[in-house]
């Protein structure tokens, strides 16, 4: 079962990363671009998974967590209702702790902490070989202490940090707190 937990949990790491993220300030509109800092995670760091039943599918390369599904490194969590951990056919398996992860996709409430840095979805996934994240939503919301975004679209460039911010209709909401600005000697 470690070996199970430890490569999934691995995986499943990557997709925190999105929690260490704020956008910088921009103007709102039908969409806001933007650079996001994404979270250093540490691979000396462990990640804990739980979840309330987990269905190991060798045949069909996946991984299925579900139910209160909440993954914890350092200080960063992510918690789902549902999390399917998707991994190439030559690349291992999860039952060995050694395959290789193409996607991440999680349902039903995503939630997403590092910090002060806090982001809520109805989905997300996170591709692997694209290094692309996408939370979407009615509401996609991204905040850290005041300084509030909403969307129903972000997709982030992991490898770049460049960040989409799209309204799917509308028009994004940006609230920032003017204390929230970093003070220049």
């Given at each position: 079962?470690?070996?199970?937990?430890?490569?999934?949990?691995?995986?499943?790491?990557?997709?925190?990363?999105?929690?260490?993220?704020?956008l910088s300030a921009g103007s709102a509109g039908a969409q806001t671009e933007s650079k996001m800092t994404g979270l250093q995670l540490s691979n000396d760091q462990p990640i804990q998974i739980q979840s309330d039943k987990l269905e190991v599918h060798d045949q069909e390369r996946q991984a299925v967590f579900t139910g209160n599904v909440k993954v914890v490194q350092g200080t960063t969590t992510l918690q789902a209702g549902r999390m399917v951990v998707y991994y190439t056919s030559g690349g291992g398996s999860v039952a060995s702790g050694d395959a290789d992860i193409e996607k991440i996709d999680v349902f039903n409430k995503v939630y997403l902490k590092s910090q002060t840095q806090e982001a809520t979805a109805d989905t997300g996934t996170f591709n692997m070989v694209n290094q692309t994240l996408l939370l979407k939503g009615d509401k996609v919301v991204l905040s850290e202490g005041e300084n509030v975004f909403v969307g129903c679209q972000l997709t982030v460039a992991m490898n770049t940090g460049e960040a989409k911010l799209d309204a799917c209709g509308g028009r994004v909401m940006i609230q920032l707190d003017p204390k929230s600005r970093k003070k220049t000697n």
């Open positions: 079962m470690s070996a199970i937990l430890s490569a999934s949990a691995r995986a499943a790491g990557l997709l925190a990363l999105a929690a260490g993220f704020m």
